[in-house]
């Protein structure tokens, strides 16, 4: 598998990083890596895999986030998955949270790395999309480098040449997820560690990354930076990355954005889809701005009328004392 081209990438956040959000994002950084919430492959096996595994055509490049731990079940996955033309389809051992450890999948699995990579291998049978993995440095008190090597040598052993690593370890009990992703000291060093002793391995590294200096710190390191909850709540951060590493892609204002979103607004609205389900995605856009509490306010006190269109976005804008 070949390194990918993208340095920057947007992370699989559940509840956040669906279709209208990508859209959204995309926007914003043409080049980035974006990644789906992650999806179960029981969901996509049993249940309506259209409803899941549809995405926007602009929003590529994209990456599929699965989550399981059987390989059958993975592979019938990634079988259907490939036919809609996903750019990468990344394998979920990272997620600490309660429901997800039930399923025996996410960051639990970092204590099986046979049974990730069997599930690597009969994913990979299936299609040439390049198959990855998302993981933490370590799991309770498997807080050491060790753990991390011998987790990634099972998969390299499979055939995966891509890892996307969390800076943190995951308590699997007594932390919920919101705590799993800020109480664990980041440790980048563990991460760059593990890119010099496998210099052939394409590492991307998230966690805690907010500025774009920091940014460029990082990628003196590895090969890519995933941006989580900042790419979320302060979106505009990506077109910021962007225009940095791609100083000939201009930076788009921000109400730029809002007007190139309406047409798509109003093509979702006309298939029934509510307007606030799009328009939460965008209540960050103008955060740290003058009149970013305004746009805030007026949408969120709006968007959940009945007929509530893509003229919210317009009333927003100007309810902006910075539009006065």
């Known amino acids: 598998m070949e390194k990918s081209s993208h340095k920057l990438a947007v992370a699989p956040m559940m509840d956040w990083t669906d279709r209208h959000c990508r859209y959204f994002l995309r926007l914003l950084s043409p080049g980035a890596m974006l990644y789906t919430e992650m999806v ?8 309506d895999a259209d409803r899941f595994l549809h995405y926007n055509e602009e929003e590529h490049p994209l990456a599929l ?10 592979a019938q996955a990634t079988s259907r998955a490939a036919k809609f033309g996903y750019d ?21 699995l970092m204590a099986t790395p046979d049974i990730v990579a069997d599930c690597f291998r009969a994913m990979q049978r299936e299609t040439d999309i390049p198959i990855t993995v998302k993981s933490r440095i370590g799991i309770d008190d498997r807080d050491d480098y060790e ?11 499979a055939g995966c040449r891509k890892f996307v690593v969390h800076a943190r370890i995951a308590i699997l ?25 496998f210099p052939d391995l394409e590492v991307v590294i998230n966690g805690g990354l907010t500025e774009v200096g920091h940014v460029d710190e990082v990628l003196q390191h590895v090969d890519g930076a995933m941006i989580g909850r900042q790419a979320y709540h302060q979106p505009y951060f990506l077109a910021e990355l962007e225009h940095h590493f791609n100083p000939a892609v201009a930076m788009p204002s921000r109400e730029a954005v809002v007007e190139q ?17 799009i328009s939460r995605h965008m209540l960050g856009l103008f955060a740290g701005q003058p009149g970013a509490r305004a746009w805030r306010r007026y949408i969120s006190e709006h968007a959940h009328h009945d007929g509530a269109g893509s003229e919210i976005l317009i009333n927003a804008l100007n309810a902006m004392p910075a539009a006065a």
């Open 173 to 197: 009990e007594g932390l919920s997820p919101k705590e799993n992703r800020t109480v664990p000291p980041l440790d980048y060093e563990r991460v760059y560690r593990l890119k010099r002793d």
């Open 147 to 157: 753990f991390l090597r011998t987790f990634v040598e099972a998969l390299i052993d």
């Open 65 to 74: 986030q699965l989550g399981g731990s059987e390989p059958k079940w993975m």
């Open 88 to 108: 990468e389809i990344n394998i979920n051992v990272g997620c600490p949270s309660d429901r997800v450890q039930s399923g025996q999948f996410g960051a639990c």
């Open 40 to 47: 179960t492959a029981a969901a996509i096996v049993h249940g």
């Open 261 to 277: 979103m309406i047409p798509y607004i109003d093509r979702q609205l006309a298939t029934g889809v509510p307007f606030n389900s």
